[in-house]
C-alpha cells in the first residue's frame, strides 16, 4: 500500500520541515508568555487600585459613624 505522500505526489519531509514547526511552536510559547505576563501585571494593578478604593470608601464610611449627631 503506497504512502499518503507517494500517492498525493507529495515529497517526503526535509530536515527543514522538521527545524521548522517546532521553531515556530517555540516563538508562540514565547509570545504566550510575554502577553499572559502583561495581562498578569494589569490584572495585579487593577487589584490593587480596587482595593484601594474599597479602603477609602471603608474609612469614609468609618469616619462618617465616628461623627456625633447635631
Known amino acids: 500500500m ?3 505522500a507517494a500517492s ?6 526535509t530536515l527543514a520541515h ?3 514547526i517546532p521553531g515556530v511552536l517555540l516563538v508562540g510559547i514565547v509570545i504566550g508568555y510575554i502577553l499572559g505576563g502583561r495581562a498578569a501585571q494589569t490584572a495585579q494593578a487593577d487589584r490593587a487600585a480596587k482595593d484601594r478604593a474599597r479602603a477609602a470608601r471603608h474609612a469614609r464610611a468609618a469616619g462618617d459613624d465616628a461623627r456625633p449627631d447635631s
Not at 498525493?8 to 519531509?13: D, N, Y
Request: proline share 8%; net charge negative.
Open 8 to 13: 498525493s505526489g507529495g515529497e517526503t519531509m
Open 18 to 20: 522538521f527545524v521548522y
Open 2 to 4: 503506497p504512502s499518503a
